[in-house]
């Protein structure tokens, strides 16, 4: 049976954590399937709707090289490993949810920024927002 195992990768170090994570959840599993999902959004308010995806283009291109050297570890070790940068045209968190029941996640595995109540409420978290609206378990890493 494959586990199939996303992490949420924003290039922070929780988010070097959850990957680091994917090998004890898998350790077992005889087939191991990781996507790393990255969510690319333009910052900042754009004007026209063209400029804007393709903004979000150029980041989720530059996001997946980021992701090449640990998709190289996780193959050399037996892992089938896909990399996704995604355009965000909705939020982090939905972004997420929708991919990993798209392709049928056994296990989300993201960081945790550690922001206060306040902060969280204002700015909202990506975290938390998977955390509610995922079909399948999560982990966070903190």
């Given at each position: 049976?494959?586990?199939?195992?996303?992490?949420?990768?924003?290039?922070?170090?929780?988010?070097?954590?959850?990957?680091?994570?994917?090998?004890n959840q898998a350790v077992n599993a005889p087939d191991k399937e990781v996507h790393i999902v990255q969510v690319a959004?333009?910052?900042g308010p754009v004007t026209y709707a063209a400029v804007q995806k393709e903004m979000g283009k150029e980041l989720a291109a530059s996001l997946e090289d980021k992701m090449e050297e640990t998709k190289?570890?996780?193959?050399?070790?037996?892992?089938?490993?896909?990399?996704k940068g995604l355009v965000g045209e909705?939020?982090?968190?939905?972004?997420?949810?929708?991919?990993?029941e798209e392709h049928?996640?056994?296990?989300?595995?993201?960081?945790?920024?550690?922001?206060?109540?306040v902060k969280r409420l204002f700015l909202g978290s990506v975290s938390n927002s998977v955390v509610q609206n995922a079909t399948c378990p999560v982990l966070v890493m903190k």
């Open positions: 049976m494959t586990v199939k195992i996303l992490v949420a990768y924003d290039g922070s170090e929780w988010s070097h954590k959850a990957l680091e994570e994917v090998r959004n333009s910052a190289k570890e996780l193959t050399e070790e037996n892992y089938t490993v896909i990399t909705k939020n982090a968190g939905a972004a997420i949810c929708e991919y990993a049928g996640m056994d296990l989300i595995i993201i960081g945790n920024r550690g922001l206060g109540s």
